[in-house]
């Protein structure tokens, strides 16, 4: 039975598949649909859902159309959420993979590293590091990579360590392979499996405190998000629940999504596991 | 006891290096900054002439080179002295001082919510793996753990404070009531608990579903079957032989999720106009005051360590083997 197969047969990792097939294609779709600004005004201001056929979804205080602001906001939610990921679990696996070869003090001082990382509140971090530098996208990726890199480190180190002291790992010092290359090309892509496992726990943190940041006014103010989106309508939240609710459930459905996916792959995985 | 305090020990002492990591990324990190606290507190002035600003960046040492005051805060912070808030205009401890108490509240109720009902929960579920109870439990959980705080924070207050106005929607405590004693404490309580139930929630959902596959695991062990052919009562082996093992690792888990935890209140505290330590941080950004920044940054850092001191002293309490031998690693 193929990898596809088994993973088909777990409901959880379908479930995600489609929730997270349905986002991203609202995330490419959002610029074809609705090429204007999301954030431009298109109408009178607080229109209701499902009054306007035109703006299906109503627009916000300032009159910008509900659904565009939807559509655009899945598209920087997985943006942020994967990017945010991939620099965090590259940096894990290469800190990881260079503390665990090298052993000794430069062991030592990476992994007082980690530990420095993981006693700082990560939302703190990335709230510092945005204030500091400015928000923009790539700003933000990299604040939230900030927290999110020290467990992918750690797993990878504890891999190398056993890895290691494989007979393939000697062979390759004995032809005069460089440590920096044995590193790398050898080890690494061998210390990777579990490493990757943690994605998609990674791409829901990460979407999340995107959320939480631009929420607080801290996300890059000319791209639409469902946190601003959150925000911006929790100025009317008595009259108009709906404005904060709605972005607030993209993001329930989004985070999901990657969860379940998550175990779907794994549970596959252990079948897999199982069999052999 | 004497075996803990030598733990506890050995953890303070290795943690005070990874704490002046902390003192000197961060230093480097609000170094990047363009601008300083004197072009803020400038601004906030509506402009002043470059004299001002060179004689009020001598006043503050803000005029040395970085080495030199990373040296001149370092030397200080060993003093306990935080420095100055330019923002706020007062002793930057004195500032976390009063805010940290009310996070305490807010942090310590929601751990305490989450770790009760989430173990609780998670028993129900892991007693019968694969039963009706397990399933909707399971995926219950896992879409509770998907919700943000902060969203859930507003629907939260939307419901039970707008709505049905059962509790206040925001601050925490009725201002000038003029309550003391009992009273006042359950004002605050009531206060406190949507806000609690916003930040604790994901975590309910985190210790359940430990909890569910730590059972889950301890099921296959052979000391269970063991007790299942003694005859024990199904009761007594799912509570004093499964759950008990599987609770191990969830003390863990509470040392590694006050970080997080801590982070989260910065965002549940301004939904909520808590005046807490989350919020003084949100307010330290919008102010540009760099040094209280720093001051949260590394006090935070420090309670995080305090947190996890306490978590090892309970594992050692509950698990014999802890720093019985040889260090552990």
Known sequence: ?276 | MNRALKLVGRRAVSSIPVLLIVVVGTFFLLELASGDAVDAYLVSLGGGDAELARSLRESYGLDRSPLHRLWLYTSSLARLDLGWSVAFNRPILDLILERLPNTLWLMGSATAMAFALGTLLGILAGARPGSAADRVLSIGSLALYAVPSFWLGLVLSLIFAVQLRWFPTAGIETIASGKTGLDRALDISRHLVLPVCALGFIYLALFLRMMRAGMAEVWRQDFVLAARAKGLARSRIVLSHVARNALLPLVTMLGLQAATMLGGSVVIESVFAIPGFGRLAHEAVAARDAPLLMGIIVSSAVLVVLVNLLVDLAYAALDPRVGAGEPAS
């Not at chain 1, 229109?47 to 602001?69: C, E, K, M, Q, Y």
């Not at chain 1, 750690?154 to 002291?165: D, F, K, P, Y």
Request: charged share 15%.
């Open chain 1, 1 to 276: 039975m193929s990898f596809l197969a088994r993973f088909l047969r777990s409901p959880e990792g379908v479930a995600g598949l489609l929730l997270l097939a349905c986002l991203l294609a609202m995330a490419l779709l959002a610029p074809v649909l609705f090429p204007r600004d999301p954030l431009s005004i298109v109408g009178r201001p607080l229109i209701p859902p499902f009054a306007d056929w035109s703006l299906p979804l109503g627009t916000d205080r300032l009159g910008r159309d509900v659904l565009a602001g939807l559509m655009h906001g899945a598209r920087t939610s997985l943006l942020v959420g994967i990017s945010a990921a991939v620099v965090a679990l590259a940096a894990g696996a290469v800190i990881g993979t260079l503390a665990g070869f090298a052993a000794g003090w430069l062991d030592e001082a990476l992994m007082r590293v980690v530990d420095a990382f993981q006693i700082v509140p990560p939302f703190l971090l990335a709230l510092a590091f945005v204030s500091v530098v400015g928000a923009s996208l790539p700003v933000i990726v990299l604040a939230i990579a900030l927290g999110a890199w020290t467990g992918a480190a750690r797993l990878a180190r504890a891999e190398v360590l056993s890895i290691r002291e494989r007979d393939y790992v000697a062979a390759a010092r004995v032809i005069g392979m460089h440590p920096l290359e044995i590193a790398f090309k050898e080890v690494l892509p061998n210390a990777l499996p579990p490493v990757l496992a943690l994605t998609s726990v990674i791409v829901a943190g990460a979407v999340l405190t995107e959320a939480a940041l631009s929420f607080l006014g801290l996300g890059d103010p000319n791209t639409v998000t469902w946190g601003s989106m959150i925000a911006e309508g929790r100025n009317v939240l008595r009259t108009a629940p709906f404005l904060s609710i709605v972005p607030g459930l993209g993001l329930v459905l989004t985070v999901l999504g990657v969860y379940l996916l998550g175990e779907g792959l794994v549970e596959a995985l252990a079948r897999k596991r199982r069999r052999q």
